[in-house]
């Protein structure tokens, strides 16, 4: 098993430039989320998706959106990078929603905007 | 709401010290509570977790115990090794409501 996989390890964009990042999951989870990692803040939930064809919010999602097609994969879009979404972005997967649960995190995306 | 505090780093210890890294934890419901380690360059891995009142998680001789009368899980180990040099998480999965919530982080450097 692979685990959780993130692609690309590092990106620089320019403002107002858009991308994807790639998280993807060999683990038949139902449970996805994202999070972005800020010096002194720990991680903080963007979005996060309990199956297939469900999203939700977490507590900072302005600036990203989320889709869930399949049960592997859970991209994360911005739309118009800004100077503030500079962070290293985590995905994470598990068995489920419950919070008993282990999450699983992928190895990281480190994204710096000009 | 929820959330966690935990205390500020970085923490310098010599190899064979007694480590303790305080954790605080506001919330609703009756949540489950988590350590994850991240080291260098790598995402972040479960170290140990609680999920009721009274409950020890233990894992690689780190320890902590769930106190719900004290809001706590703070996190010991006996004797650290250079091995443990990482940043410590600790995390709040809030009950019925599938979002973790995560501490600042506390880093730990072990000196030989």
């Known amino acids: 098993n692979a685990g959780v996989t993130q692609t690309p390890k590092f990106q620089v964009l320019k403002t107002g430039q858009s991308m994807t990042l790639q998280c993807a999951q060999d683990?038949?989870?139902?449970?996805m989320s994202w999070y972005r990692q800020d010096p002194g803040m720990g991680l903080r939930l963007i979005h996060y998706s309990v199956g297939a064809g469900i999203t939700d919010q977490g507590e900072v999602p302005n600036g990203y959106n989320v889709s869930r097609s399949t049960t592997e994969d859970f991209p994360l879009r911005l739309l118009s990078a800004a100077p503030s979404q500079t962070s290293v972005y985590f995905c994470?997967?598990?068995?489920?929603?419950?919070?008993?649960?282990?999450?699983?995190f992928g190895p990281g995306t480190r994204l710096t905007v000009l | 709401g929820n959330s966690v505090t935990q205390m500020e780093g970085p923490v310098t210890l010599s190899e064979e010290a007694f480590l303790t890294i305080n954790c605080t934890y506001t919330?609703?419901?009756?949540?489950?509570l988590f350590w994850y380690v991240q080291y260098p360059g790598e995402g972040l891995q479960l170290l140990l977790k609680a999920t009721k009142a009274d409950d020890k998680g233990s894992n690689k001789g780190f320890e902590a115990t769930y106190r719900k009368e004290t809001t706590s899980f703070h996190l010991e180990k006996g004797s650290v090794q250079v091995s443990d040099s990482a940043v410590y998480f600790c995390?709040?999965?809030?009950?019925?409501?599938?979002?973790?919530?995560f501490g600042s982080g506390t880093k730990l450097n072990v000196k030989p």
């Open positions: 994470a997967s598990s068995y489920s929603g419950e919070t008993y649960n282990e999450q699983f």
């Open positions: 683990m038949n989870h139902e449970y």
């Open positions: 919330a609703t419901g009756y949540p489950s």
């Open positions: 995390a709040l999965g809030a009950y019925n409501f599938n979002k973790f919530y």
